[in-house]
Each structure stands twice: as structure tokens, then as C-alpha cells.
């Protein structure tokens, strides 16, 4: 069966917002975690959760070494969003651009409220369908089976044809009321029915407004570091920040929702001095995590043309725990 992420296209546009580079599609952060072992990490709050920190959701933010990744790649391209928004609200949605945009958010809404109804409609009559299992069960057990009542139909019939054109005319204004009632409620079901749920889109503007110039912004600036963020995603490493053990980078032999991270991932200069505190600590920290203290640098001499083909890496254990 075809994903939703296998239609998307590149080019990728990636929001760069307050110097954060963002992604709003979940197709797009599908599409790059299962193609190009970008994982990027979820800052956004889960609507049915929206006070809790421990499970987030969109808008999944990139590493600036992420984004220069993927731009130096040509698989996306930086869009200055604050600029995009001011030129496109002004220009792209009037008349009948805006008028389609609201049709589709309509259609959404109700589309949601459909789903809703069909769903509280499904747990009504599984609700009911379990009572009346239970009192069949119940009557079964003590014995009593359901009887008609006394009296053949034409009998009662009769008697109901006996009674006075008072009392006739009494019930059927009961008769009526209920009637009004019952015309009532369905109209209001119908009102419902027809109303759609507020949707708050996660984007502000179609995405075909987008612009198409993958060269209108500069690469993302980035740390020394990226040359080893480099090196190590070439060799189909999954790279994520590595703040929670104190290096740059947490490494990962696959996707971080099946594997531990094999190595902690730290960069230096080619030639820079090296504090023996540093390779201990690191050493014994990977070591008691399970996991190597990786320390690579970018020799600049070395031949190679795309980034990270000049860094040499080592990998570091303490041996004696």
C-alpha cells in the first residue's frame, strides 16, 4: 500500500523561523526519516495533551547541520518564513484563492464532524446492545419470560375507540406535542450534523505558493562540528544531539526507535591538543553507557571533495570496568 510520504517532492521547503529550522509536514519528516536518516527533533505540544512534556509533536526542528545536510544534498532548500508570509498573504489569497481556501477548511471541519457523530452513534449502540444482552441474561436466570398482554387486539381497540372526544382531543394534543418534539430534536441533529468542527490548519497558506528558488537563502551557518556530522551520516549512521551525554553527536546504527546509540560522537580540530581528562572521561562515560567515545577532526590536507571525506575518527574504551 502507497504512504502518504512516498508523493512528496523534492525539492523540500524547510521554514527558517527566528533561527530555527522547521518542518510542518508529517509526510515531509516521514519521508526524511525513512530516506535520508534525518530525525530532526518534535518541539511541538499533542492537542489532546497540551500541558504535558514528555510526548511532543509537529513542528519537528532540524540541527543546522541537518538543514546544510540536506540543502548541500539538494534535497531541500531554506525558505525565510517570516518574508514568505508577509508577500504571500498579501498577494496569494484574495477572491477565489481564498474563497477555495476556506471551502477546504469547511470540508475538513465537517469531514471531522461526520466522524464524530458516526463514532458516538457506534458507541450508543454497542452501549445498547450490552444492556439489553444483560437484562435478557438476567430474566433468563430468574425465570420470568415476557408474556402479551391480556386481551386480544380488537378488544383493545375498542375500548380505545370508547373513549370521549375530550379525552381524544387531549391525547392528541399530546400527540402533537410529542410530535413537535420529536421534529425538534431531529432538526437539531441535522443543525449539528451540518456544522463543521473548528480546524486550525498547521499551514497558513497553500503550499504551491511556495517559492521555487532553492538559491534565495544562504547555506545554514553551522559549528566545526559538521564535518564529522558529515563523515558519519555518508556511512548511513541515524545522528541525533547529543547534549544528554555531554558530546555533539549520539549515534545510532538505525532508526533510534529500534537501536541504542553505539557511540558518542565528539569533534576536535585535526591538530588540536587533546585534555587526557577529556579522553578518560569520555572513555569511561561511553564505556559505563555501553557505548564507544568516538573523537574525530577534518584534515584539511587530506583529499576529498564532498564534506566529510576528510575526517579521520577514533573510537575509545576503558577497558577496566
Given at each position: 500500500m502507497a504512504l502518504s510520504s512516498d508523493f512528496v517532492t523534492e525539492p523540500i521547503p524547510i521554514s527558517l523561523i527566528a533561527g530555527r529550522y522547521l518542518l510542518f509536514d508529517v509526510n515531509v519528516v516521514t519521508y526524511l526519516r525513512r530516506n535520508h536518516h534525518?530525525?530532526?527533533?518534535?518541539?511541538?505540544?499533542?492537542?489532546?495533551?497540551?500541558?504535558?512534556?514528555?510526548?511532543?509533536?509537529?513542528?519537528?526542528?532540524?540541527?543546522?547541520?541537518?538543514?546544510?545536510?540536506?540543502?548541500?544534498?539538494?534535497?531541500?532548500?531554506?525558505?525565510?518564513?517570516?518574508?514568505?508570509?508577509?508577500?504571500t498573504l498579501l498577494t496569494t489569497l484574495q477572491g477565489a484563492d481564498k474563497q477555495a481556501y476556506l471551502d477546504s477548511l469547511r470540508s475538513m471541519g465537517l469531514n471531522a464532524r461526520k466522524a464524530a457523530l458516526h463514532e458516538a452513534k457506534r458507541k450508543t449502540e454497542t452501549g445498547l446492545a450490552r444492556y439489553?444482552?444483560?437484562?435478557?441474561?438476567?430474566?433468563?436466570?430468574?425465570?420470568?419470560?415476557?408474556?402479551?398482554?391480556?386481551?386480544?387486539?380488537?378488544?383493545?381497540?375498542?375500548?380505545?375507540?370508547?373513549?370521549?372526544?375530550?379525552?381524544?382531543?387531549l391525547f392528541e394534543d399530546d400527540s402533537n406535542k410529542s410530535e413537535r418534539s420529536s421534529?425538534?430534536?431531529?432538526?437539531?441533529?441535522a443543525a449539528t450534523a451540518s456544522t463543521p468542527f473548528?480546524?486550525?490548519?498547521?499551514?497558513?497558506?497553500p503550499t504551491s505558493s511556495l517559492p521555487q528558488n532553492p538559491s534565495s537563502q544562504p547555506d545554514p551557518p553551522v559549528a566545526s562540528s559538521y564535518a564529522l556530522f558529515a563523515h558519519l551520516h555518508f556511512r548511513d549512521y541515524y545522528i541525533m544531539p547529543g547534549l544528554r551525554f555531554g558530546?555533539?553527536?549520539?549515534?545510532?546504527?538505525?532508526?533510534?526507535?529500534?537501536?541504542?546509540?553505539?557511540f558518542l560522537a565528539?569533534?576536535?580540530?585535526?591538530?588540536?591538543?587533546?585534555?587526557m581528562?577529556?579522553?578518560?572521561?569520555?572513555?569511561?562515560?561511553?564505556t559505563a553507557v555501553k557505548k564507544g567515545f568516538l573523537i574525530g577532526g577534518e584534515d584539511l590536507e587530506a583529499e576529498g571533495t564532498r564534506s566529510g571525506d576528510k575526517v579521520r575518527t577514533f573510537c575509545i574504551e576503558w577497558g577496566g570496568m
Amino acid at each position: 500500500m502507497a504512504l502518504s510520504s512516498d508523493f512528496v517532492t523534492e525539492p523540500i521547503p524547510i521554514s527558517l523561523i527566528a533561527g530555527r529550522y522547521l518542518l510542518f509536514d508529517v509526510n515531509v519528516v516521514t519521508y526524511l526519516r525513512r530516506n535520508h536518516h534525518i530525525c530532526g527533533s518534535l518541539i511541538g505540544s499533542i492537542p489532546q495533551s497540551p500541558q504535558q512534556n514528555v510526548f511532543f509533536g509537529l513542528p519537528m526542528q532540524l540541527m543546522p547541520e541537518e538543514a546544510k545536510l540536506l540543502v548541500e544534498k539538494e534535497v531541500a532548500y531554506i525558505v525565510d518564513d517570516k518574508a514568505w508570509h508577509k508577500q504571500t498573504l498579501l498577494t496569494t489569497l484574495q477572491g477565489a484563492d481564498k474563497q477555495a481556501y476556506l471551502d477546504s477548511l469547511r470540508s475538513m471541519g465537517l469531514n471531522a464532524r461526520k466522524a464524530a457523530l458516526h463514532e458516538a452513534k457506534r458507541k450508543t449502540e454497542t452501549g445498547l446492545a450490552r444492556y439489553a444482552a444483560k437484562k435478557a441474561q438476567e430474566l433468563a436466570v430468574a425465570g420470568i419470560k415476557e408474556t402479551p398482554e391480556s386481551g386480544s387486539p380488537d378488544t383493545s381497540f375498542n375500548d380505545a375507540s370508547s373513549v370521549t372526544d375530550d379525552s381524544t382531543s387531549l391525547f392528541e394534543d399530546d400527540s402533537n406535542k410529542s410530535e413537535r418534539s420529536s421534529a425538534t430534536i431531529k432538526s437539531s441533529s441535522a443543525a449539528t450534523a451540518s456544522t463543521p468542527f473548528a480546524v486550525t490548519p498547521t499551514t497558513s497558506c497553500p503550499t504551491s505558493s511556495l517559492p521555487q528558488n532553492p538559491s534565495s537563502q544562504p547555506d545554514p551557518p553551522v559549528a566545526s562540528s559538521y564535518a564529522l556530522f558529515a563523515h558519519l551520516h555518508f556511512r548511513d549512521y541515524y545522528i541525533m544531539p547529543g547534549l544528554r551525554f555531554g558530546c555533539n553527536y549520539n549515534v545510532y546504527p538505525g532508526d533510534p526507535l529500534r537501536f541504542h546509540s553505539h557511540f558518542l560522537a565528539t569533534s576536535y580540530d585535526y591538530d588540536q591538543d587533546i585534555p587526557m581528562f577529556d579522553i578518560i572521561g569520555g572513555g569511561r562515560l561511553g564505556t559505563a553507557v555501553k557505548k564507544g567515545f568516538l573523537i574525530g577532526g577534518e584534515d584539511l590536507e587530506a583529499e576529498g571533495t564532498r564534506s566529510g571525506d576528510k575526517v579521520r575518527t577514533f573510537c575509545i574504551e576503558w577497558g577496566g570496568m
